[in-house]
């Protein structure tokens, strides 16, 4: 019997990343509250429009254009509540992303604080001004809402009709821009009370922050992908947990996405996730109820999110990635194409089409997957929908590392083994991996649930490290701090554990000072591009935080309690 969720009361974006259900655009605003009981009248206009994770059917059709919001520890302190409840709050909430970030990387650990000086310097401006102790200035992010909008398509014609002239354009639903215009005008109704900060963007002067799928051009028919500015496939295998999904989309997704309990269940072992990891108010992997705030009711179906803007410097990594694809070539006798992409595949753990390396070690493996799976059809266009067919499959996430715990398919700290540890933590398992029953059990409660799109329009041949591109990554979990920053701190920051010393993830990392990263080779493979092993020696920090907070994602009934100020601790 599956877990059942009261996904009513659940805000939707907990349960769904619109990005894979026809949401490519999205828009992200951030208020201040400068007047308590004028917050408390926006949130409950806020509550009629906030979108939840009721399932899509006949009878609730998919909006156009979904809203969810979420509160800073800030934002519910000028919705005062009383201490009792603040004091309750998780520490690293309390405490909020900028305070936190000599652990998560975000700024030198090695140095002490007098000697860091301005060391949030490139965080665009309203992410300086945030939480800078002077409330009165009326600059601290309170409110964060998320609008997510589906393609504007021409009436008529069929969702997954190529021929609507529609495609032709990158735009949006016209309601996005109508739910802004009604946002603003609440904020206009409040008489000052409360603010739409509009100090987003590198220049400081943008009163929200845009983001939208990397689209791709068929002959003028222009598609949304699941690509990010590096060229990655983003987004594969993301957590499924118990009652998320109907029964049937569950055993289909839920392997590589879920728990892996040995090979004694069915679906080879593979369990939907405790929903408590996710959602508070619910058992954990530890069958315990996560730590909440007093009244419990007020978290529940609640989670938490790490909101982070993540640039990416396109000039550097193709830069740095061709210089060192010309000495791997050299050593493994291939050409410099071959070198670039294969090393872009090391770094990552997925070829660029989405093909995990578990499953397509070589180049030339790959290229023969890449036959079977269709992705080199004649079709420009019928090869793309092969490759966004291949991510639906339980293939492009079903597989392990435990069988692979010398890297040589997949190297120890290529960025999806250091997100994502799977079943090669599993202290049951020889160093030979030779146990078919290694379990997913101390990664289970590391996982976490990502959200966000890109963001950035330029093509890329016009994109440099000074372009405004790169990902908004918001991450969701019931303890920001068991799982999203041990992972970010122990794993991305850290290779101890994947046996790669200090350092750190090759594509989310630091390198201003560990600059390595191993490739390990089988020795039983001989021939081009085989037995030799290989380190990389000049990695470049590629992607550089612009700023965040984090956030409590409340459940509906607890909107309702922010909006009528009825919040009882007792």
């Not at 201003?512 to 191993?518: L, S, V």
């Amino acid at each position: 019997m599956s877990y059942r969720l009261d996904l009513d009361d659940i805000q939707g974006n907990v349960v769904r990343a619109y990005g894979r259900y026809s949401f490519p655009f999205a828009r992200y605003m951030f208020f201040n509250i400068r007047e308590p009981a004028a917050g408390r009248k926006f949130v409950n206009q806020l509550l009629g429009h906030v979108t939840t994770a009721a399932r899509w059917t006949n009878g609730n059709q998919k909006p156009s254009c979904t809203l969810n919001c979420g509160f800073t520890f800030l934002g519910l302190y000028m919705l005062e509540l009383s201490q009792r409840v603040l004091q309750g709050m998780p520490e690293e909430f309390i405490a909020g992303m900028k305070d936190r970030a000599f652990l998560l990387g975000d700024r030198d650990q090695t140095k002490p604080e007098p000697e860091l000086g301005d060391w949030a310097h490139h965080w665009d401006r309203i992410w300086r001004e945030n939480r800078a102790f002077a409330m009165h200035e009326h600059k601290d992010v309170h409110i964060w809402v998320s609008l997510n909008a589906q393609r504007k398509r021409t009436p008529g014609y069929a969702t997954d009709d190529l021929s609507d002239p529609a495609l032709k354009v990158i735009e949006p639903v016209p309601d996005l821009g109508q739910l802004t215009d009604r946002l603003r005008s609440y904020v206009s109704d409040s008489k000052g009370g409360v603010a739409l900060l509009s100090t987003n963007g590198r220049n400081g002067a943008d009163p929200w922050m845009d983001a939208q799928a990397v689209f791709r051009d068929f002959d003028g028919i222009k598609l949304p992908t699941a690509k990010e500015h590096f060229g990655f496939t983003d987004g594969v295998g993301d957590p499924v947990f118990a009652g998320q999904l109907p029964q049937e989309q569950e055993r289909i997704r839920v392997r590589g996405r879920g728990k892996r309990m040995g090979t004694t269940t069915e679906n080879d072992g593979w369990e939907p996730l405790a929903p408590g990891e996710f959602i508070l108010g619910h058992p954990d992997e530890a069958q315990e109820l996560p730590p909440s705030a007093r009244p419990p009711e007020f978290t529940r179906n609640g989670t938490f999110m790490a909101y982070r803007k993540l640039h990416e410097m396109v000039d550097t990594f193709r830069r740095s990635v061709r210089a060192e694809a010309e000495r791997y070539a050299r050593v493994q006798g291939i050409d410099q194409a071959e070198a670039e992409v294969t090393l872009r595949a090391k770094m990552c753990g997925r070829w660029p089409d989405g093909i995990p390396l578990a499953h397509a070690p070589t180049h030339a493996e790959w290229q023969a997957k890449r036959q079977v799976e269709g992705f080199e059809d004649p079709s420009a266009l019928k090869a793309f929908l092969a490759e966004i067919a291949y991510l639906d499959k339980p293939e492009s996430s079903d597989f392990r590392f435990a069988d692979d715990m010398k890297g040589y398919r997949t190297p120890p700290g290529a960025h999806m083994r250091r997100v994502n540890t799977r079943d090669y933590l599993d202290p049951m398992n020889a160093p030979e991996g030779d146990n078919p029953n290694a379990t997913t059990a101390l990664n289970k409660r590391r996982r976490i649930m990502r959200r966000g799109l890109p963001y950035g329009t330029l093509p890329a041949e016009e994109q440099t490290d000074e372009t405004e591109q790169g990902v908004l990554m918001m991450v969701l979990c019931a303890s920001l701090f068991r799982q999203f920053e041990f992972i970010q701190q122990q794993w991305i920051e850290y290779g101890l554990d994947f046996h790669q010393g200090n350092d750190t993830c090759p594509l989310l990392g630091r390198h201003d000072t560990h600059r390595r990263m191993a490739i390990p080779a089988d020795p039983g493979k001989s021939g081009k591009g085989g037995a030799c092993p290989y380190t990389i020696s000049g990695l470049d920090t590629v992607v550089e935080c612009r700023g965040g907070d984090y956030f409590f994602i409340p459940s509906i009934t607890a909107l309702r309690a922010l909006a009528m100020g009825v919040v009882d601790p007792t």
